[in-house]
């Protein structure tokens, strides 16, 4: 009989053979390399997104500074009405910018000439004019008088103060030249030209000069295209869904129906696009370049991304939840809208906003149906004409002056601020519906 009190104490390493050992040792360094490989992916991509968003930021903070001149003006009545008249027809006619030119003028004698004022006047914007037509028709009282008005930089000037523009290059290279640098200098010296905050980039509508471009207009038609979309999109994705994963009979019919839905998630925008052109503007007649369209076609580009995220939330209600309410006397119907649908609205909610934050950054689809258009007008219902913050990034991005560079810069900024406030409801709403059920 064996004595097991005299017996060696079980030892796991007196198991194991050399070979073995070595491949515990090779699987424990490729764990340790795998780890070590997520960690850098993690990393270089937190690196790639931090440059990114500093790159953006750095081109597009400058937006929100302007240039402007702060000179004394003197409303000649010669200028704005030699007879004498205020009705505005006639105010409107005015020579504005010969105030302009003369209020710069007293500023820098040195401009003298055709060449020399025209000169001196590219310093100041095209709507420094507008800006004095549009205080006299607000008040004819300031015919006559001195007052020291607020006149936007032109472009070249402010990008030339930002440090955009190179001092240091040669006058072939710089939009500004040496006398206007010159210029420039001597009346940061006076005070006459400062940079101000301003948030004009954000409440001004579109314009050709950069100056005075600004994205309000964009903003309101994304806002307007947002809500067709989840007018259109939400309910019959939603009830789609809860009709193919509750009632719908499984069938070849079902079954095809699926399929489709599962296909058109992966159809490029594009295709969207060119529905909305063949059948909504060709066919119905629906106004071209608006927030109905518009909304309508991201909402048809949407609608499969939230059946297929609602499906998947239905489907994780457990089936006890529905035989519990079944067994109490509840209808279909009911165990569908007290029951089921609640405790899937975290997951409906995430879908929802993962379809609409795809809308809120398409442009494809949108430029076929006329959304490309230069549109200075904020739209002020569904059917007038209107752009999207993606199509004015778009637009913005492809000009040539330097401006449009930080312009594109402050849009993407705000268009990714409008994606995270979007994206910040949904988690509040989630967490409001995980709490109560």
């Known amino acids: 009989m064996t004595d097991l009190s005299s017996t060696a104490p079980f030892s796991r390493s007196s198991h194991r053979s050399e070979a073995f050992e070595a491949r515990l040792q090779r699987r424990y360094r490729s764990e340790r390399m795998f780890q070590r490989a997520g960690i850098g992916a993690i990393i270089f991509a937190g690196l790639m997104l931090v440059m990114l968003l500093t790159t953006i930021v750095l081109n597009g903070y400058t937006a929100f500074w302007q240039s402007r001149f702060d000179v004394s003006v003197y409303f000649d009545p010669e200028a704005i009405s030699p007879s004498g008249s205020i ?36 310093l100041v914007s095209s709507a420094a004019g507008y800006t004095l037509r549009a205080m006299v028709m607000a008040d004819p009282k300031l ?73 309000w207009g964009a903003l309101i038609g994304s806002i307007m295209t947002m809500l067709v979309t989840l007018a259109l999109a939400v309910p019959v994705g939603v009830a789609a869904a809860v009709y193919l994963e509750e009632f719908a009979p499984q069938n070849r019919w079902t079954d095809l129906i699926e399929v489709n839905i599962n296909n058109l998630a992966a159809v490029p925008s594009i295709v969207f696009g060119l529905l909305g052109l063949s059948m909504f503007l060709n066919f119905f007649g629906l106004p071209r370049s608006s927030a109905l369209i518009g909304g309508v076609v991201l909402a048809l580009m949407t609608l499969p991304t939230i059946i297929i995220a609602s499906r998947a939330a239905l489907k994780s209600v457990p089936p006890s939840i529905r035989e519990a309410a079944l067994g109490i006397g509840a209808s279909p ?63 913005w991005a492809d000009a040539p002056e330097r401006g449009w560079t930080e312009r594109t810069s402050a849009a993407i900024m705000l268009l990714l601020g409008f994606l995270i406030l979007m994206n910040a409801l949904a988690v509040l709403l989630r967490k409001k519906f995980e709490r109560r059920w």
Do not use: C
């Open 333 to 395: 119907l009911q165990v569908i809208l007290h029951h089921v649908l609640p405790l899937a609205a975290p997951g409906i909610l995430t879908g929802t906003i993962l379809g609409l934050a795809r809308a809120l950054g398409e442009t494809a689809p949108l430029l076929l149906i006329g959304m490309v258009a230069f549109v200075v007008n904020v739209p002020a219902a569904l059917s007038d004409p209107s752009t999207v913050l993606p199509v004015q990034i778009f637009m």
């Open 143 to 215: 015919i006559g008088t001195h007052q020291t008005v607020s006149l936007l930089a032109s472009d070249n000037t402010d990008q030339f103060i930002k440090g955009h523009i190179a001092r240091s290059a040669l006058p072939g290279e710089r939009t500004v030249s040496d006398r206007q640098i010159g210029w420039i200098d001597d009346l940061r010296a006076k005070g006459v030209l400062k940079s101000h905050f301003s948030l004009d980039v954000l409440t001004q509508p579109n314009s050709r000069q950069p100056e005075q471009a600004g994205m």
């Open 87 to 122: 009705d505005p027809e006639t105010l409107s006619a005015g020579d504005y910018p010969a105030l302009v030119r003369s209020a710069l003028t007293e500023l820098v004698p040195a401009a003298t000439g055709r060449d020399g004022k025209r000169a001196l006047m590219e």
